[in-house]
């Protein structure tokens, strides 16, 4: 029998920690500093080209973020979404519509956030209050939501813009300026999104209580936690970023479309199993997944290679079932998610 | 609502402190006394709760002074789960009444009572694995610092609660890396955390071995001594008498009686849980035995999580006799069992049934003449929503006569099944309900009778009475024996001690993934049995078996 | 027995006139008569021996995606790739169809199955990449529509091999041949018979045959099934593949009965279909024939129904999506209709991790 020595934390164990989370992140990190030396290098060879490729990479990458952090807060809370794909139509809709008719953009937002807002309360109320499978009830707002907005919809109407905010100053240096600092607002958002899910998850008492029941609810139950609201309030929540990532879809393309997910919110669960259900992680993924899209799209653009277009249409797809077939094997999801909970 | 005095048997006289039933209306009951003129920390009367089809709490009495130990006692079902969970908010009572301190309580729920002071520490641990110490110990209550979590703060707290009751845990661990004695420690703490004066365990000492009871059993007398009292739910006796003041004893959701430890026996005590006088011992003549059957050589398997857990373990079972491989739970015995049985790969070493060796394949291993009884019944070894005919068949659908051609044959099958239920005495309303429908003993019947309707060479039984009532413990224990006596090897792995000495001809201890000793039941003691356990070395020589 | 009737009758009826209901809503709200609208709709499904036609031609490929998805749910798999098998399934037997020559007995069966297969290998890769790496069948198949709908379309495309030479600037594949043609019996298409006569075999794999009953013992305790004897890797794969084959099927007589070619992008949205035909039908391969006739005549329906009130078609799917909620949450029906506790619904049990299992 060994008893662990008690002792007050130094500095030192600090230090440690970090180190683990380093060791834990090391392929990440090495990948992470291959793109970047890789963008620079290639920088110097072609400016224009790189340029394009590496700002559509952050681009094609902040709806993805914003959908696979909705996917993550489900999931840590013990929830399943497959019906991302849903809420972000619904979310891009309802946010097309009421800008258009409103003119305004801040409507627009509102209104998107409400909508996906409203299809997580009922995935809420599916899986907690009618202990509904999740994957079903993921697959009726999928149905539903590319229903709905396919029936409603109204071909010719416009928008106002999303506008471009660059960041003074910053957005006017080489390769990093257009990468980073020249996007629509979303964007922006997205990116402050990974770091208040982070600080959220992991340093708030919500977050304490959100990974407690997405793992165990019934030790979280036990200590007085409220699952059953807690996973209404996470879900609904979520649900507003399928919003935001439906509004950073319309960013992009300027109006709304049918079908014009395109599957991302499927690929919004690989990214959030490869970053491995953390928002660090989420940021991750969805960047290599969104430079594979911008390199895809670029040499497409450029009809580098003699290749039919459905080829590098697959790519995304292919991708992300290579991914799940590689990184899915170590995955390990939070133990509870998928499984309504049932005191007894 | 008629209450009707709690039935007492024979064996000391009771000290409950309840007066006998007056029948007062509802609105004047109250709280009664402690001796001392205090009121009873905890005083529960007449509580009653039922599910369909059954009563688990009928009528149930007890009462619990501060600093006391109670321990409450009852076999499988006898209704002690029930009890605590109404104490603690997870089930309400539909009758009856419970004080603390004199003042009534009706617990809405677990926050509830926590916020009362009941603390419970839970037969399966309530903790999340890959959160630290800290963040499980506060969690429902955690401290904050400028609306973050303050997990500094959770940290310098936990050292604080664990220096002052002397249970040392590392704040900053990650929880599912821990031995399962820190863990509980971790369990108590969380009760401590939360200032409980009332703590309930909950067959705490199930998984531990017998050194790391020992440190529990301490640690129950000084947090007793300091003011906390305690509700210790048990069904071994020997810990009951070691450590309680008093003990409830409950009988198919009825308290039989309350008596005084001091003046209690293991039989008498035993007897008021049965209700008849218990045989203790299982009837068996010597063994015979003959030729190798299992022969286990450096044995190499990984856990789920890939790691190792069996490491090089060696030793054999021979026709005509049991061996019992005991040792504390997560040594690897189930993953011994599973490489045996072909249900997991072998990493290393072979494993050689008859002169078979065994390499996966789990059906390959039972068509030479292995019968396997798991160890968690309803995951591994039965189909739930199957029907009882359709179990009984479960390992031998595909063969003839119950299929030919690749089509089942249901009248063959139904035929086997009725005829088994008759001779295994399994309880059931026909060989059609779904098995999940049965109760635990009569599901272990299910098995017991496909697996030993035939003679095999070799039988694995793994917990095989684990969760049983009484009756059906008697009759799978028979059934080994006679097993073993028609020329079977037997494999028996159980977490209880009582079993392995009632039951083997030879034991094995298997600690950390390895056999450490082979011993004769006849001649080597309990104690050092449960130092090999503990990986410790007795301070003579095992003799061995 | 009552109970029975009431769960396998009752239930889904009750599901189906929720879900008109909800449509009807929907269809006031945008502004047009639901009466008007659900009267063509019936006209259009039953009103003549065409639309009966129409109607049953309708619902076999839904039969077929019904049964896919129920008989993966036997063994706790869910195929959402009922859509791309189809596809793949619809080129294949119409590149047999247009390719080849040969003798009737020969040349349709042989594109049927040809197609059937095409289906079963995407379903297989699913299987095979669900039971080695435990990756998720419900995103590997959803991924696997993706990449069967751009295949296909570069099947025939402008640079693909099965393009026909003289459809100019339109993607789609040549006629097949009369010798690969699901002929029509008066208004009774062969294509649905075929389509009842698979129903019935699988009803009959999945509750008389050995194989039926490992693939049922896997779904519902892998566990279990394993420490039987059973190989779960096996049946994961074997259940995938047959699942696979079925929408396969489906697309090949949508092909060689209806379409007569290959276009690319038709009938989208059949795999969502499947699973709510599958559900409604409470996974029992015979019931379901009904389900997918009835949703098979929404659809069959739509044409007349948009043409009379300008309500598009879309509504048909809005529709289909309220069932599945229906009759996956029996207690909302029960709780609408104020119905007895004692009405069960399917007991589905898919959702876990996403991560090896």
Known sequence: ?344 | MTRSEATVTDGPEPTTGTPASTAAPAGDITATMAPDGSPWLLEVRGLTKRFPGVVANDNVDLTLATGEILGLLGENGAGKSTLVKMLFGIHQPDEGMMWLNGTEIRPAGPGDAISRGIGMVHQHFQLVPPLTVAENIVLGAEPRKRRLFDRRGAERRVREISERYGLEVEPSDVLGDLPVGIQQRVEILKALYREAQLLILDEPTAVLTPQETDELLAIMRDLAASGVGIIFITHKLREVLAVTDRVTVLRRGRSVGTVDTSSATTESLAELMVGRSVVLRVDKNEAEPGRVVLDVRDLEVRDDRRQTTVRGATFDVRAGEIVGVAGVEGNGQRELVEAITGIRPIHAGTVTIEGFTVHGHPRSVREHGVAYIPEDRERDGLVGDYSVADNLVLTEYHRRPFAGHGLRHPDAVDHLASELVERFDVRTPGIDVAVSTLSGGNKQKVIVARELSEDKHLVVASQPTRGVDVGSIEFIHNQLVAARDRGSAVLLVSAELDEIFGLADRIAVIYEGRIVAVCDPATVSREDVGLLMAGGQPSEPVAAG | MRAEWRQWVLLPVAAVIVGLVAGAILILISGDNPLTAYGGMAEGAFGSSDAMSRTLEKATPLILGGLAVAFAFKAGLFNIGGQGQLLLGAAFAAWIGFDLNLPMVVHLPLALVIGGLAGAALGAVAGLLKATRGTHEVISTIMLNFVAANLTDWLVSRDGPWKDPESGAVARSPQVLDSAALPRLGFLPVGFLVAVAVAAAVWWIVNRSVLGFEISTVGHNAKAATYAGISVVRITVVAMLISAFLAGLGGAIQTQGVNGRFEPGFNSGLGFDGITIALLARTNALAVVPAALLIGAMDAGSTLMQSRTDVPPEIISVIQGFILFLVAAPSVVRWLLRLREDIGGTKIDLASGWGAS
């Open chain 1, 1 to 344: 029998m060994t008893t662990t020595s008690t002792s007050v934390e130094t500095g030192a164990e600090t230090t440690a920690r970090r180190r683990q989370a380093l060791v834990r992140n090391r392929n990440g990190i090495v990948l992470g500093v291959m793109v970047v030396v890789l963008s620079v290098v290639a920088y110097q060879w072609d400016g224009v080209q790189t340029t394009a490729v590496t700002a559509r990479t952050v681009r094609e990458a902040s709806p993805l973020i914003l959908a696979a952090l909705c996917g993550l807060i489900g999931e840590r809370s013990g929830v399943v979404n497959i019906g991302i794909e849903g809420q972000m139509l619904l979310g891009a809709y309802s946010g097309f519509m009421a800008a258009s008719y409103s003119g305004s953009l801040l409507v627009g937002v509102v209104a998107a956030v409400a909508a996906s807002a409203l299809a997580g309360l009922f995935l809420g109320w599916a899986a907690v209050a009618l202990r509904m499978d999740q994957i079903i009830a993921g697959t009726v707002i999928n149905i539903v939501g590319a229903g709905v907005t396919s029936f409603f919809y109204v071909a010719g109407r416009t928008m106002p813009r999303f506008p471009q905010w660059s960041v003074p100053g910053l957005s006017d240096l080489p390769l990093v300026g257009r990468t980073l600092f020249a996007h629509g607002p979303l964007t922006y958002v997205a990116a402050l999104m990974v770091l208040v899910v982070h600080i959220a998850l992991f340093h708030t008492r919500w977050g304490l209580r959100t990974r407690a029941v997405g793992e165990h609810p019934g030790a979280a139950d036990t200590v007085g936690v409220r699952i059953e609201r807690l996973r209404y309030v996470n879900l609904t929540l979520a649900g507003s970023l399928a919003g935001m990532a439906g509004l950073a879809l319309i960013q992009s393309a300027g109006a709304f479309d049918r079908g014009m997910t395109a599957g991302r919110g499927f690929i919004a669960l690989a990214v959030m199993i490869f970053g491995r259900w953390r928002p660090t992680g989420v940021l991750g993924a969805a960047l290599l997944f969104g430079l594979f899209n911008a390199v895809q799209a670029q040499l497409q653009f450029k009809q580098a290679l003699d290749i039919p277009p459905q080829f590098f249409g697959m790519i995304p797809f292919l991708l992300t079932i290579a991914v799940l077939a590689v990184a899915g094997v170590k995955a390990r999801p939070p133990a509870a998610a998928g499984r309504p909970y049932d005191p007894e």
